[in-house]
């Protein structure tokens, strides 16, 4: 039987695969790969939030698929996966709604979409999403989950309980695996000592999150292997 996880990679051959998959694949549009590039100028701590070319064109393609007529994210930062929805859906218009506490991160955000012609198509609202998701009205078709990994079973009990996600709605979350950590915590030896410990907090939050995904009777949960983890979620 197959191995249902990746392949064996080295950390070297992991990023050697990404790079051969990137440029075996259709090419980003510009706007995508030039706010990546802005992105990487910024704290090496920060460049880690943004999604890798390969997640962002796996993300396009699905979004393309799916055809939605409303986007929500939790969690913009630069902008990047905004403007993958953006370029996603450009002909049909599909509204983006994108939300970030930060005023920072929205500030660039805004900046790249009035760059890229993209504001008319997405809204960015500002605060604490918990505070925030309560502000929003009717359904949307794809949800990206993508803030604060701790309030990730708030975030979706919210949805979920309000009914912000469309019959045939999706709700992608990012970050599952948490490095590998929510399966191996041994993994976080391989990190700088200051931030073991608040990584294998948010790995303990993170798993409860995907065993209470897992149990959740309303919606299907799929758990995939790719990037840094991806779940898919859907009604029932
Ligand atoms: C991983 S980044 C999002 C990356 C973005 N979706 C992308 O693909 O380019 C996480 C973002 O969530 C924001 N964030 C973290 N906790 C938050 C919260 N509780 N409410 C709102 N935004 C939050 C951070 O400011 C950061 O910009």
Redesign the pocket.
């Known amino acids: 039987m197959r191995d249902s996880c990746m392949l064996p990679f080295t950390k070297e051959q992991i990023a050697t695969t990404g790079e051969y998959c990137e440029k075996r694949s259709s090419p980003l549009p510009a706007s995508i790969l030039e706010q990546i590039k802005f992105t990487d100028q910024l704290h090496k701590d920060e460049v880690v939030?943004?999604?890798s070319e390969s997640q962002c064109a796996w993300l396009m393609r699905f979004t393309q698929a799916l055809r939605p007529k409303r986007i929500l994210?939790?969690?913009?930062?630069?902008?990047?996966?905004a403007l993958v929805f953006y370029e996603a859906t450009k002909e049909a218009q599909a509204e983006i709604v994108s939300?970030?506490?930060?005023e920072t991160?929205l500030q660039y955000a805004q900046d790249a979409f009035r760059r890229y012609g993209a504001e008319h198509q997405i809204k960015t609202v500002k605060g604490?999403?918990?505070e925030m998701l309560p502000t929003l009205t009717g359904q949307f078709d794809l949800i990206?989950i993508?803030?604060?990994e701790e309030?990730y079973e708030s975030y979706t009990r919210y949805i979920l309980d309000h009914k912000l996600l469309s019959p045939h709605g999706v709700i992608l979350v990012d970050d599952v695996l948490l490095e590998g950590l929510v399966v191996d915590p041994s993994i976080a030896k391989n990190f700088p000592e200051e931030i073991r410990e608040p990584y294998l907090a948010i790995a303990d939050k993170m798993d409860a999150f995907n065993r209470y995904a897992a149990k959740e009777p309303r919606v299907t949960t799929t758990m995939i292997p790719l990037f840094n983890g991806i779940t898919q979620i859907m009604w029932k």
């Open positions: 939030m943004a999604p994210e939790l969690g913009t930062f630069t902008g990047v996966s939300m970030d506490m930060s991160y604490p999403c918990l990206y993508d803030a604060a309030e």
